[in-house]
């Protein structure tokens, strides 16, 4: 097994054992691609949602809120282009039964020419040592020059049929290509057709041809049909901002890799209403904004990257990913797009209404253009997990596994410990428990040996453990020890809640 294939195992256990993820309905043997937060998960994700809440909407003054309903009138996504376009095209094998993604596939194909590169180059590499030219030798080696061709010409071939629509001659190129169920080995493959990724349910209070309701897909739609509501009410000026965190549904066919692609997620997303012409430019800033708040949690640049898109959705005039590099790869973690007027000039078609803003500096209506940033709450989780998940040899030879994670974030911010759990320890610990408790995420634990108490929270990330011992007794000072460092300090109690709130802050 792939070193990192096995480290994302241990991440997935380790979610389940300390209770963070639970696979959902396990007891009747879970539910694929939906999971559940356990009692350090939904402290987690709730420190999340909160640090990019605070961050958008506290942050900023031109930037406001918004909660709309899960529930939405059906023409809402036949405006958005989701009735018509939200689909994947899928293809499935009559022997294993198994369905599967037809772009999938083909890419899974050009990822395996593409390693064939690679191979390649790592050969001549060490082959010829220092005086090796990757450039010179990727733009001449003839094995090379080959898979490069089929990967151009695939491509090629691929992108023309998905924009013609031509579901016939993607399955003529999975036939050509001699591509086989991983499972069967056959190449006894169905016709390619659209599935659209929604999921449908009905309502009865609706006329009898408009009761099929969607679960929404993205939370932005409920943002572009609030926009005059908002604008009016807050009497907002351009350019300014609406967010707002929920849940979003996706029948995702190939949903594999734990909590990164989810039937049931949620997402954060901000949309920001500009002058037109102007877009590329907050377009630019939003990107920065946005990569900054990734490093603010202390995380290093290295395991961030933008991705940008070569290819753009009809809506948009630019976008970007922000990728982050999980075990299993880097992966996009948040999307930034330029989405033009598409989604406030769609709804005006549709709804009738007009949706505008009068520029007083301008003295113009037009309909305002939109940068929006979107990001998985669930995906930002699993990044935290898979960034702070750390095995440790320590100098007595033993082992540890500890939860590096940003302090800001972490489920518990202290741990409060009596050493042992009698003369008079845990009635001290209790009174310190519940000074710090209003301010802090703190716990109480006396059960097991200290040092099984300062494991248990160093795998779930609490950065302190406020241990009290004897000497408490006599002096009023407590040691706190450090989650990364494992130093222990002497200090008085009343410091505590300062030194507590000083590592918690957040950038
Ligand atoms: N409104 C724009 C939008 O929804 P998207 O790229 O489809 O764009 C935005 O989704 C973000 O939502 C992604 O970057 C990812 O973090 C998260 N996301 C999308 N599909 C997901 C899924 N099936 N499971 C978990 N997170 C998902």
């Not at 993205?218 to 907002?236: C, D, H, P, S, W």
């Not at 102007?278 to 290093?300: A, C, D, V, Y």
């Not at 790869?329 to 598409?342: A, C, P, V, Y």
Request: hydrophobic share 35%; aromatic share 12%.
């Amino acid at each position: 097994m792939a070193q990192n294939e096995e480290i994302f195992k241990k991440i997935i256990s380790h979610a389940k054992e300390y209770g963070f993820v639970f696979p959902s309905s396990e007891i009747y043997d879970g539910l694929s691609a939906v999971y559940d937060y356990g009692q350090n998960g939904v402290e987690l994700k709730n420190n999340i949602r909160q640090y990019w809440w605070k961050s958008m909407v506290q942050h900023h003054e031109n930037i406001v809120g918004l909660d709309s309903a899960i529930f939405m009138h059906p023409t809402i996504w036949k405006a958005s282009g989701h009735v018509d376009a939200f689909s994947d095209p899928l293809i499935d094998n009559r022997d294993s039964k198994k369905r599967y993604r037809a772009d999938v596939l083909i890419e899974d194909q050009l990822a395996k020419w593409q390693d064939k590169i690679d191979k390649e180059v790592e050969k001549a590499a060490k082959r010829f040592g220092d005086t090796f030219d990757k450039d010179q030798f990727v733009a001449t080696n003839a094995r090379v020059l080959e898979y490069k061709e089929k990967i151009d010409t695939a491509s090629r071939r691929f992108y023309g049929a998905m924009e013609r629509n031509d579901l016939a001659d993607v399955k003529k190129l999975i036939e050509e290509l001699e591509i086989v169920c991983p499972v069967s080995g056959s190449r006894n493959w169905t016709d390619v057709r659209q599935f659209n990724l929604m999921f449908s349910t009905s309502m009865g209070s609706v006329s009898e041809d408009a009761n099929v309701i969607y679960l929404r897909p993205e939370t932005a739609q409920g943002i572009f049909v609030n926009y005059l509501n908002v604008q009016k009410t807050g009497r907002m000026k351009i350019p300014f901002g609406i967010a707002q965190t929920g849940k979003a549904f996706r029948n995702e066919i190939v949903a594999r890799q734990f909590i990164f692609r989810m039937r049931e997620f949620e997402q954060m997303e901000m949309q920001f209403f500009v002058r037109p012409g102007t877009e590329l430019e907050w377009f630019e800033k939003w990107k920065e904004t946005r990569l900054n708040w990734h490093l603010s949690l202390g995380i290093p640049a290295s395991k961030y990257r933008f991705h940008k898109h070569e290819k753009l959705a009809h809506y948009a005039n630019a976008a970007a990913d922000i990728e982050f590099e999980f075990p299993i790869g880097f992966k996009e973690l948040e999307g930034i797009h330029s989405r033009t007027d598409f989604d406030l000039k769609a709804h005006q078609e549709y709804s009738g209404k007009k949706i505008q803003y009068f520029d007083p500096e301008l003295n113009e209506n037009y309909v305002p253009y939109v940068i929006e940033t979107s990001i998985g709450l669930d995906r930002t989780f699993l990044a935290m997990l898979s960034f702070a998940y750390t095995e440790e040899k320590l100098e007595d030879g033993s082992e540890r596994v500890v939860l590096r994670l940003p302090a800001v974030l972490a489920p518990f911010k202290c741990a409060i410990l009596p050493l042992v759990a009698k003369d008079g320890l845990p009635e001290k610990a209790r009174e310190i428990m519940d000074v710090l408790k209003y301010d802090f995420m703190c716990q109480y634990e006396e059960k097991d040996s200290i040092g099984k108490r300062y494991r248990r929270h160093d795998a779930i990330g609490t950065p302190y453990c406020i241990t009290v011992d004897h000497q408490t007794l006599e002096d009023n000072t407590v040691t706190i020890r450090d989650r990364d460092t494992m130093k222990q300090d002497r200090i008085p109690i009343e410091k505590i809640a300062e030194l507590v709130r000083i590592k918690v802050k957040g950038n």
